[in-house]
DNA sequence: ACAGAGATCATCT
DNA sequence: GATGATCTCTGTG
């Protein structure tokens, strides 16, 4: 299924964040194309919305195209995107297109490359905070646009968590200098 | 290149 | 009291 449709009539947050691969995300007019997701899902061990809604993760079980903001390590902001109630995508990495000067601001001195290389980054760079928790992709600050026509995308194990580690739900656009972390060879 | 530590806090045990 | 969907800096090889 198409990733807009996910968006709109609700999907599997797997294909959402396969199909979010190679898009722009821009959030008041700054990021650039999305070269890495993972997706959490409801039944999923890894994932916070596996132990029912709380008000910290209220945001999880909204309907799809919400906004799920939340504190990661107790210093940095993690942005999703819901794909169906307890369902979402995280948004890893982003390759700079938009905006590059207020990013390098947020971030510091850093190589392009690294702007959005990692949630935490991506979060920081794009100005984002738990005040947009909650809020819709579909208004502003947020724009979904098209970007790559049939992007090459890597598939390779989640990232930094304990439990379900084995899903290969972690997607990537291959040859991206942006990614997070390298996938591991033999991915596709 | 790789390893370890510190920052910092809401939630869970 | 411990644990994270993390990042940065520092020390060593």
Do not use: Q
Not at 79 to 106: F, K, S, Y
């Amino acid at each position: 299924m198409d990733a807009l449709t996910i968006l709109r009539d609700g999907g599997d947050p797997v294909a959402l964040a396969r199909g979010l691969i190679g898009r722009k995300f821009l959030v008041a007019g700054a990021g650039g194309l999305i070269v890495e997701t993972e997706a959490y899902s409801r039944d999923d061990a890894a994932s916070h919305s596996f132990r029912g809604p709380r008000t910290a993760n209220a945001a999880m079980f909204g309907p799809p195209g919400t906004i799920y903001v939340y504190r990661s390590y107790g210093l940095h902001w993690c942005l999703n995107i819901v794909a169906a109630p307890g369902a979402a995508v995280l948004l890893r990495a982003l390759a700079p297109t938009h905006g590059l000067d207020v990013m390098a601001e947020r971030r510091g001195p850093v190589p392009p490359h690294l702007l959005c290389a990692g949630p935490g980054r991506l979060a920081r760079a794009l100005g984002v905070t738990g005040v947009l928790d909650g809020a819709s992709l579909f208004g502003p600050p947020f724009a979904l646009g098209p970007g790559i026509d049939a992007p090459a995308v890597l598939t390779g194990p989640r990232i930094g968590i304990s439990r379900d580690t084995e899903r290969p739900w972690r997607f990537g656009l291959s040859g991206s200098r942006s990614l997070s972390r390298p996938f591991p060879k033999a991915s596709h």
